[in-house]
C-alpha cells in the first residue's frame, strides 16, 4: 500500500511516495518560504501562496498516484515565524490538511532515523532555516542540536560577502558548543548536501542513486566554497551539476557545512537520499 508525506521546509517543498517501506520517489518544488525571515521574523505573504499552492499541488498528484492523502509536516521556517500559523491555515483551506509543525529535536530526530536507520554514527541536517546536528551512539542519542542557521536565512543576512558569511557563521557554530566528530561517521542529508554532492560528480541530470552514499571531504567542501563565492550567480548557474534553483545560496550553504565540519573535527559527510521524510514516516509509526 502506498502512502505520502510532504515536508515543508524553508526552502522547498518535497513529496515522498512509500510503498511497503521503500521510497518510490520523490518531487521538489523550490518555495522559498524562509525568504526574508531572517530580517523580519515574519513569513512574507507571496511566499506562504506560492508555498501553500505547491503543497496543494503535491497533495493532489499524490492521492492521483494511489498514495492517499499525504502526512504534511513543516520544519524551521514555520515555527520561527510570528505569523507561521497564517501558513497552517491557508494549508488547510487548500487541502483540508493539517499541518504538523515540528521541531527543531524532533526535526534532528527525523534526519538521524532516515539516515542512520537505527545505526550509531551522526547526521547534519543543513536546511534553509536551521540546521541540525545528531549524534547516535550505543543506540542512543548522544548528543543532538538545533540552530536557527541555514542557507536561505545565511543568504538573507549576508548575501554573497565572503566576510560577512564567515562571521555569521561563526557566531552560529557557536551555539551548538563543542561537539567532538572526530571519531563520528558523518551522514548529511538535505537539499544542500545533495546538491553539492550533484556537483561533485558533474550530474546532468540529477541521479539520487549516484548522490546517494556520496562522501564528501572538508577538505573538498573548504575548496568548493572558495571556487564558487567569487561567481556570480549567473556564472554558478553553468557549473556542471548545479541546481540552478540553489545558485544564489549554494555558496555560502557550502561555507557553512565546511565551517561547521572543520570546526568540530570531522572529514567530512557521506551524502543520504534518505532523510527527515523518511525519518518522520519511521518515528511516525506511518509505513504500512
Known sequence: ???????VGSNSVRLMVMADGKTLYKQTDTTRLGEGLAASGRLLPEAIERTARSVQLFAAAAELNGAGTPYV??????????????????????????????????????????????????????????????????????YSKSVDIGTVRLYDLAGQ???ALQKVIDRKLAEYGAPDLSAVDMYGVGGTATSLAAIFHGLEPYDPKVVDGTFLSAQWLGEEAERLLPLTVE???????????R??????????????????????????????????????????
Request: net charge positive.
Open 73 to 142: 509536516f513543516a520544519t524551521a521556517a514555520v515555527r520561527s515565524a510570528v505569523n507561521g500559523g497564517d501558513f497552517v491555515k491557508r494549508v488547510k483551506q487548500l487541502t483540508g490538511i493539517d499541518v504538523d509543525v515540528i521541531g527543531g529535536e524532533e526535526e534532528a530526530a527525523c534526519g538521524l532515523a532516515g539516515a542512520l536507520r537505527g545505526r550509531d554514527g551522526g547526521m547534519v541536517d543543513l536546511g534553509g532555516a536551521s540546521t541540525e546536528i545528531t549524534v547516535q551512539k550505543g543506540g542512543k542519542k548522544v
Open 161 to 163: 560577502d565572503r566576510q
Open 247 to 288: 545558485a544564489d545560496v549554494i555558496a555560502g550553504g557550502c561555507l557553512l557545512m565546511y565551517s561547521l565540519l572543520s570546526k568540530f573535527g570531522s572529514g567530512g559527510i557521506t551524502v543520504s537520499e534518505s532523510d527527515n521524510l523518511e525519518g518522520y514516516v519511521i518515528l511516525r509509526g506511518l509505513a504500512k
Open 235 to 245: 556564472e554558478r548557474k553553468k557549473v556542471k551539476g548545479m541546481d540552478v534553483r
Open 1 to 7: 500500500m502506498k502512502i505520502s508525506a510532504i515536508d
